[in-house]
Protein backbone atom coordinates (compact mmCIF):
# COMPACT_ATOMS: atom_id res chain seq x y z
CA UNK A 1 0.00 0.00 0.00
CA UNK A 2 0.93 2.95 -1.29
CA UNK A 3 2.48 5.53 1.97
CA UNK A 4 1.27 9.71 1.78
CA UNK A 5 3.91 11.74 3.27
CA UNK A 6 3.52 15.79 3.97
CA UNK A 7 7.13 16.32 2.55
CA UNK A 8 10.35 15.07 1.15
CA UNK A 9 12.25 15.41 4.17
CA UNK A 10 9.65 12.92 5.86
CA UNK A 11 9.83 11.07 3.01
CA UNK A 12 13.69 9.95 2.76
CA UNK A 13 14.24 10.33 6.31
CA UNK A 14 14.16 6.53 7.68
CA UNK A 15 15.40 5.57 4.46
CA UNK A 16 18.07 7.50 3.16
CA UNK A 17 21.99 6.28 3.73
CA UNK A 18 25.70 6.85 3.13
CA UNK A 19 26.78 4.59 0.27
CA UNK A 20 23.43 3.80 -1.50
CA UNK A 21 21.89 3.03 -5.45
CA UNK A 22 19.68 5.92 -6.34
CA UNK A 23 17.79 5.62 -9.80
CA UNK A 24 16.36 9.76 -10.14
CA UNK A 25 14.05 10.18 -13.06
CA UNK A 26 13.96 13.25 -15.71
CA UNK A 27 15.91 14.45 -18.49
CA UNK A 28 17.83 17.37 -18.26
CA UNK A 29 15.73 19.25 -15.92
CA UNK A 30 12.60 17.79 -17.47
CA UNK A 31 10.36 15.25 -15.15
CA UNK A 32 12.87 15.59 -12.28
CA UNK A 33 11.83 15.14 -8.33
CA UNK A 34 13.05 18.56 -6.94
CA UNK A 35 11.96 18.53 -3.64
CA UNK A 36 13.24 15.10 -2.92
CA UNK A 37 16.43 16.10 -4.34
CA UNK A 38 16.86 18.85 -1.85
CA UNK A 39 15.77 16.60 1.02
CA UNK A 40 18.40 14.14 -0.34
CA UNK A 41 20.96 17.43 0.17
CA UNK A 42 19.79 18.60 3.54
CA UNK A 43 19.99 15.11 5.12
CA UNK A 44 23.97 14.60 3.96
CA UNK A 45 24.26 11.71 3.05
CA UNK A 46 27.42 10.54 1.10
CA UNK A 47 28.99 7.80 -0.86
CA UNK A 48 25.67 8.21 -3.57
CA UNK A 49 25.87 6.61 -6.41
CA UNK A 50 23.42 8.17 -8.58
CA UNK A 51 21.57 6.38 -11.74
CA UNK A 52 19.95 8.83 -14.22
CA UNK A 53 20.48 9.99 -17.57
CA UNK A 54 22.52 12.98 -16.57
CA UNK A 55 23.36 15.27 -13.69
CA UNK A 56 21.30 18.12 -13.78
CA UNK A 57 23.08 21.77 -14.12
CA UNK A 58 25.59 23.08 -11.52
CA UNK A 59 23.41 24.55 -9.12
CA UNK A 60 19.92 22.74 -9.85
CA UNK A 61 18.55 19.16 -10.13
CA UNK A 62 21.72 16.40 -9.02
CA UNK A 63 24.03 19.10 -9.52
CA UNK A 64 23.62 20.08 -6.10
CA UNK A 65 24.44 16.89 -4.46
CA UNK A 66 27.34 16.44 -6.56
CA UNK A 67 28.73 20.28 -5.81
CA UNK A 68 28.17 19.33 -1.81
CA UNK A 69 30.53 16.20 -2.75
CA UNK A 70 27.64 13.86 -1.81
CA UNK A 71 28.18 11.85 -5.22
CA UNK A 72 30.99 9.71 -5.79
CA UNK A 73 29.32 7.82 -8.71
CA UNK A 74 27.18 8.69 -11.71
CA UNK A 75 25.65 6.15 -14.16
CA UNK A 76 24.48 8.40 -17.12
CA UNK A 77 24.31 8.87 -20.26
CA UNK A 78 25.06 12.41 -20.92
CA UNK A 79 27.12 14.75 -19.08
CA UNK A 80 25.64 18.01 -20.51
CA UNK A 81 25.57 21.46 -19.17
CA UNK A 82 27.67 20.30 -15.74
CA UNK A 83 30.98 21.75 -15.48
CA UNK A 84 31.37 20.14 -12.33
CA UNK A 85 30.43 17.32 -13.30
CA UNK A 86 33.09 17.34 -15.85
CA UNK A 87 36.10 18.48 -13.40
CA UNK A 88 35.34 16.41 -10.89
CA UNK A 89 35.83 13.31 -13.55
CA UNK A 90 38.96 14.74 -15.12
CA UNK A 91 40.36 15.28 -11.59
CA UNK A 92 39.85 11.61 -10.56
CA UNK A 93 37.24 12.86 -7.98
CA UNK A 94 34.16 11.32 -9.73
CA UNK A 95 33.32 7.51 -10.86
CA UNK A 96 31.52 8.23 -14.30
CA UNK A 97 30.02 5.19 -16.59
CA UNK A 98 28.64 6.48 -19.45
CA UNK A 99 26.27 4.24 -21.31
CA UNK A 100 24.50 5.10 -24.81
CA UNK A 101 20.98 6.89 -24.07
CA UNK A 102 18.82 3.69 -25.50
CA UNK A 103 21.28 0.96 -23.60
CA UNK A 104 20.52 3.08 -20.65
CA UNK A 105 17.26 2.90 -20.53
CA UNK A 106 16.74 -0.90 -21.84
CA UNK A 107 19.27 -1.58 -18.34
CA UNK A 108 16.93 0.19 -16.41
CA UNK A 109 13.67 -1.33 -17.71
CA UNK A 110 15.19 -4.63 -17.97
CA UNK A 111 15.90 -4.58 -14.14
CA UNK A 112 12.30 -4.19 -13.84
CA UNK A 113 10.74 -6.95 -15.74
CA UNK A 114 13.09 -9.59 -14.05
CA UNK A 115 15.98 -9.59 -17.07
CA UNK A 116 19.22 -9.93 -15.63
CA UNK A 117 20.95 -9.26 -18.81
CA UNK A 118 20.69 -8.88 -22.90
CA UNK A 119 22.38 -8.18 -26.11
CA UNK A 120 22.38 -5.44 -28.13
CA UNK A 121 24.19 -3.98 -31.20
CA UNK A 122 24.93 -0.58 -29.62
CA UNK A 123 28.68 -0.09 -29.05
CA UNK A 124 29.82 -2.67 -30.16
CA UNK A 125 33.62 -1.83 -31.47
CA UNK A 126 33.58 0.68 -29.10
CA UNK A 127 35.10 1.42 -25.73
CA UNK A 128 31.49 1.22 -24.40
CA UNK A 129 32.18 -2.90 -25.45
CA UNK A 130 35.69 -3.05 -23.39
CA UNK A 131 35.40 -5.92 -21.27
CA UNK A 132 31.96 -6.63 -21.49
CA UNK A 133 30.89 -10.50 -22.84
CA UNK A 134 29.93 -10.45 -26.82
CA UNK A 135 28.25 -12.88 -29.09
CA UNK A 136 27.65 -13.25 -32.43
CA UNK A 137 23.53 -13.75 -33.28
CA UNK A 138 23.09 -14.64 -37.64
CA UNK A 139 26.60 -13.43 -38.12
CA UNK A 140 26.39 -10.23 -36.04
CA UNK A 141 28.49 -9.23 -33.39
CA UNK A 142 26.42 -7.73 -29.75
CA UNK A 143 27.19 -6.61 -26.26
CA UNK A 144 25.82 -7.97 -23.22
CA UNK A 145 24.55 -5.67 -21.11
CA UNK A 146 23.52 -6.07 -17.53
CA UNK A 147 20.26 -4.82 -15.76
CA UNK A 148 20.57 -1.98 -13.42
CA UNK A 149 18.75 -2.11 -9.84
CA UNK A 150 18.74 0.34 -7.27
CA UNK A 151 18.14 0.36 -3.92
CA UNK A 152 15.31 3.55 -4.06
CA UNK A 153 14.12 5.32 -7.07
CA UNK A 154 13.14 8.95 -6.53
CA UNK A 155 10.72 9.94 -9.34
CA UNK A 156 8.50 12.75 -10.45
CA UNK A 157 4.63 12.79 -11.36
CA UNK A 158 2.05 15.04 -12.79
CA UNK A 159 -0.85 13.42 -10.76
CA UNK A 160 -1.60 10.54 -8.70
CA UNK A 161 -4.42 9.25 -6.75
CA UNK A 162 -4.17 8.27 -2.86
CA UNK A 163 -3.53 5.05 -3.92
CA UNK A 164 -0.32 6.11 -5.47
CA UNK A 165 -1.54 5.63 -8.97
CA UNK A 166 0.87 7.82 -11.19
CA UNK A 167 0.51 10.48 -14.16
CA UNK A 168 3.05 12.28 -16.13
CA UNK A 169 2.71 15.53 -18.15
CA UNK A 170 4.28 14.82 -21.50
CA UNK A 171 8.06 14.32 -22.21
CA UNK A 172 8.31 15.00 -18.25
CA UNK A 173 7.50 11.09 -18.64
CA UNK A 174 11.13 10.03 -19.83
CA UNK A 175 12.65 8.07 -17.59
CA UNK A 176 10.35 7.79 -14.48
CA UNK A 177 7.97 5.15 -15.14
CA UNK A 178 11.13 2.31 -16.05
CA UNK A 179 13.11 3.86 -12.51
CA UNK A 180 9.63 2.87 -10.41
CA UNK A 181 10.07 -0.72 -11.16
CA UNK A 182 13.49 -1.18 -10.84
CA UNK A 183 14.27 -0.01 -7.68
CA UNK A 184 13.44 -2.17 -3.81
CA UNK A 185 11.73 1.29 -2.85
CA UNK A 186 10.14 4.31 -4.84
CA UNK A 187 9.07 7.41 -4.03
CA UNK A 188 7.38 9.58 -6.39
CA UNK A 189 6.47 13.29 -5.99
CA UNK A 190 3.71 14.76 -7.86
CA UNK A 191 2.22 18.45 -8.49
CA UNK A 192 -1.01 17.46 -7.09
CA UNK A 193 -2.80 14.39 -5.41
CA UNK A 194 -6.44 13.25 -6.32
CA UNK A 195 -9.23 11.31 -5.23
CA UNK A 196 -8.65 7.52 -5.44
CA UNK A 197 -10.80 6.62 -8.81
CA UNK A 198 -10.51 10.13 -10.13
CA UNK A 199 -8.06 9.31 -12.73
CA UNK A 200 -8.78 7.39 -16.07
CA UNK A 201 -7.46 3.81 -15.24
CA UNK A 202 -7.05 3.12 -19.05
CA UNK A 203 -4.20 5.95 -18.78
CA UNK A 204 -1.92 4.82 -15.69
CA UNK A 205 1.42 5.14 -16.61
CA UNK A 206 2.83 4.06 -13.45
CA UNK A 207 0.75 1.68 -11.26
CA UNK A 208 0.41 1.66 -7.54
CA UNK A 209 1.89 -1.25 -6.69
CA UNK A 210 5.49 -0.26 -7.71
CA UNK A 211 4.92 3.24 -5.56
CA UNK A 212 5.83 2.71 -1.58
CA UNK A 213 5.61 6.78 -1.21
CA UNK A 214 4.47 9.31 -2.06
CA UNK A 215 4.16 13.14 -1.94
CA UNK A 216 3.16 16.22 -2.89
CA UNK A 217 5.84 18.38 -3.69
CA UNK A 218 6.29 22.23 -3.30
CA UNK A 219 7.42 25.22 -4.65
CA UNK A 220 8.76 23.80 -8.35
CA UNK A 221 11.09 25.68 -10.61
CA UNK A 222 11.22 23.42 -13.50
CA UNK A 223 14.62 25.13 -15.00
CA UNK A 224 14.82 25.03 -19.01
CA UNK A 225 18.28 23.39 -19.06
CA UNK A 226 19.16 25.91 -22.18
CA UNK A 227 16.62 28.13 -23.38
CA UNK A 228 16.77 28.72 -26.76
CA UNK A 229 14.50 31.40 -28.82
CA UNK A 230 13.31 32.15 -32.45
CA UNK A 231 15.08 35.05 -33.98
CA UNK A 232 13.14 37.59 -35.40
Known amino acids: ?86 RLFLEGKLELELNPQGTLAERIRAAGAGIPAFYTKTGVGTLVADGKETREFDGVTYIMEKALHADLAIIKGWKADRAGNVIYNQT ?45 GKNYVKRIERLTLRGE
Open 1 to 86: MTKIFSSANQAIKDLIKDDMTIMAGGFGLCGIPENLIQAIFESGAKNLTFISNNCGVDDFGLGILLGNGQIKKMISSYVGENKTME
Open 172 to 216: ARNFNPMMATASKITICEVEEIVETGSLDANNIHTPGIYVHRLLE
